[in-house]
């Protein structure tokens, strides 16, 4: 019966004799459609997937995206026609427009929320030039070869001397999987099996529920804890040093604040201890930042007697996700040389971005950074008069954008946003362009300080359609 029907409803194709081999209730890829009800109805026109899969425009999707994702999306359409919400003649154009835009599940968003590097959103967005040399890198691509010569040549190179060339005082510099990572590294390499001496006042936990001082110590070393949560010493540290002592380890707190009676120790007293200082200062500033003076840059600290100092790459330095380790030669070629460093490295399309990041004009953080609020808020009330001519409920309001992705706690960024009734944040992040904004008192806050202006108008499209305009 099954075989017969399957074999009707189909065109003799190939697919019909294992739709009759098919179990009932297994899952299959629907060409047993209509072969259950042989009785009549709307069932049984439903179109079989080897018939919608001759589609010109599921045929194309399929080149581009897969079979599998164009098979779900039939799948689905299919079940809707069983499930009487369509008819039967609808399968094929409901398949084509349930196809995803691309075969990856991340979906491109506008980040509204306030908080330019939103850890949930990706942090750093990578600027155009960063994205141009992904694209170019991801072919065959010269990474490890000298095209002059013909030999293998560093992995990297030219990323690493962009990161140099960017940090005078780093005599040597190496690129790992992210801030984590780097740290991991330093600690394995040089400290595994001895005491890496560090402030309470500085052992964060940076998200996620990960902990510093437990990635420290799976690390094998141990930690020789000084000083207390308000209040460090140099004297406290130079108690603590033995014939055991690695590395003193200085962490910025880059995600929290004390104020107060505190005290820290500086890295240029430190520096006159007889163990190397590493630096964690996380936002991966290279030089000083005018607009946020109490955040720690890689040339200061080294200048100040650092001997390695790490940090992420996708955080103020607005690249793509990495570990960047700069200091004194002998203590990263020791890093970069040690058998972990290949299980922590970058793939090419990292060290591409990264590149790009470093020689190409500002990123979209520095631009988000920079933004003038005057700005922000002529561009809010422009779109906020757009928009209101539709008849949308939208009010221009100044709002404080941060930092956030653990970076510059505490700082808030004068910012200018469109105001919308609470119930547009749902609306627009699932909509065609999702929108991420925040909500406070009552209502759905859109920031522009992360949105670059180009956006303004996909912003306002996207705000059009949650308003079903
Ligand atoms: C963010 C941060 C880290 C972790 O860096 P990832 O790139 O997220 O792995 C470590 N230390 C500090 C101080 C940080 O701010």
Do not use: W
């Amino acid at each position: 019966m099954e075989r017969l029907v399957a074999a009707q409803a189909g065109d003799g194709g190939g697919e019909a004799p294992r739709a009759a081999v098919r179990r009932p209730g297994e899952d299959g890829d629907g060409s047993r459609d209509g072969s259950r009800d042989g009785g009549g109805g709307g069932r049984r026109r439903i179109p079989r997937t080897d018939v919608l899969l001759r589609d010109p425009r599921l045929e194309a999707a399929a080149r581009r995206l897969g079979a599998g994702l164009v098979k779900a999306a039939v799948r689905q359409a299919q079940e809707r026609a069983r499930a009487g919400r369509i008819a039967p003649e609808e399968v094929a154009d409901a398949a084509a427009a349930l196809l995803p835009r691309t075969a990856g599940g991340l979906r491109p968003v506008i980040n509204a929320t306030g908080v330019l590097l939103h850890t949930n959103l990706g942090r750093a967005p990578l600027s155009a030039a960063a994205r141009q040399a992904v694209q170019d890198a991801a072919g065959p691509t010269d990474v490890e070869l000298d095209l002059r010569t013909g030999v293998r040549a560093r992995r990297g190179r030219t990323a690493l001397r962009a990161l140099r060339d960017r940090v005078p005082s780093a005599a040597a510099a190496h690129v790992v999987n992210n801030g984590a990572a780097a740290l991991v590294l330093a600690a394995t390499a040089l400290a595994a099996g001895r005491e890496i001496v560090i402030s309470r006042g500085e052992m964060v936990e940076i998200g996620d529920g990960f902990r510093l001082p437990d990635l420290l110590v799976s690390t094998g070393a141990r930690l020789r804890e000084v000083g207390t949560t308000n209040r460090t010493t140099a004297a406290d540290y130079a108690a603590a040093l033995g014939p055991d002592t690695a590395f003193v380890l200085k962490v910025h707190p880059s995600n929290f604040r004390i104020t107060g009676f505190t005290r820290s120790a500086g890295v240029a007293e430190l520096a006159a201890l007889d163990v190397p200082v590493v630096v964690d200062i996380g936002s991966g500033l290279l030089a000083p930042h005018p607009r946020l003076p109490d955040e720690p840059d890689a040339e200061t600290q080294l200048r100040a007697g650092a001997a390695l100092v790490t940090a992420s790459g996708d955080k103020l330095l607005g690249g793509p996700q990495c570990g960047l380790l700069l200091g004194e030669e002998d203590l990263v070629r020791r890093l970069a040389r040690h058998p972990l460093a290949r299980a922590l490295r970058v793939d090419k399309l990292t060290l591409a971005a990264l590149e790009a990041t470093l020689t190409g004009p500002d990123t979209p953080t520095a631009a988000a950074l920079a933004a003038d609020p005057e700005q922000l808020m002529r561009r809010a009330g422009r779109l906020a008069a757009d928009l209101g001519a539709d008849g949308i409920d939208v009010r221009a309001v100044p709002s404080e954008a941060t930092v956030g992705g653990g970076g510059a706690p505490g700082v808030a960024l004068p910012s200018a946003a469109l105001s919308l009734p609470e119930p547009y944040a749902a609306r627009l992040r699932t909509g065609a362009t999702p929108v991420v904004g925040r909500l406070e008192a009552g209502r759905c806050l859109l920031d522009l300080r992360a949105v670059p202006p180009e956006d303004d108008e996909r912003l306002a499209g996207a705000v059009r359609s949650a308003a079903g305009r």
